[in-house]
């Protein structure tokens, strides 16, 4: 999903600092649940980690965007991708993320961080109206239980923090304490079990299909 180049030269100096300015800010003062991912040798590739948020299907997940700014940023729109698989109707197969922000009501002034607490809040009120992912559209409207199982069974294959990294709302930091240890075979036990569920529920849903 990674671009192949760099719009940095094509970005007005002025525009170069203000983003930098602002993914600093938000690596100080993180917004709740979103951590940026600052690549200083391109402003233009700007990756984060969201946290599902509690109460949705992708509650246990942590969930990696891309915005990828164009030369004529921010009087255009950046592209919004989640690089993170996930079952949701506005994102399509190749992880491109549909939301008005992003469309019609761009505005020049918005910025980097109200892009992605937009995308958050998208997690927690999908619209289907505006559907990339039309089997998710239709199931959310028609058959929300099934929706939201397929979501959850998606975020807890793809989305979990050994594969997207640390968890956004808080950095752990390493611990290798006697209680670590200790909590590792429990943790191990968990996933086992969890893994079992998630095979027994993949395959009651591939017979209903």
């Not at 915005?67 to 940023?73: C, G, R």
């Not at 922000?101 to 109200?114: A, R, S, V, Y």
């Not at 559209?137 to 294959?157: F, H, N, V, W």
Request: with cysteine.
């Amino acid at each position: 999903m990674s671009s192949q180049y760099s719009n940095v030269e094509n970005l007005s100096p002025q525009t170069i600092r203000q983003v930098m300015r602002e993914l600093q800010e938000m690596e100080t003062t993180p917004p709740e649940g979103i951590k940026v991912l600052i690549n200083e040798s391109d402003v233009t590739d700007i990756q984060a980690l969201i946290d599902g948020p509690a109460g949705t299907p992708y509650a246990v997940g942590i969930f990696r965007v891309k915005l990828t700014l164009s030369k004529d940023f921010p009087q255009t729109p950046p592209k919004a991708y989640f690089l993170t698989k996930i079952f949701h109707p506005n994102v399509a197969s190749n992880g491109e993320i549909c939301v008005n922000t992003l469309k019609k009501d761009w505005k020049p002034d918005l910025g980097i961080k109200h892009i992605l607490l937009t995308i958050k809040c998208l997690l927690i009120v999908p619209n289907p109206e505006s559907a990339l992912n039309e089997e998710a559209g239709k199931m959310l409207l028609e058959r929300y239980d099934d929706y939201s199982q397929r979501a959850r069974m998606m975020t807890e294959i793809h989305a979990q923090p050994a594969k997207c990294g640390v968890s956004a709302a808080s950095d752990a930091k390493d611990d290798d304490g006697p209680s670590t240890k200790k909590h590792a075979g429990l943790d191990k036990k968990l996933q086992d079990k969890k893994k079992e569920k998630l095979l027994k529920e993949k395959k009651r849903m591939l017979k209903r299909l």
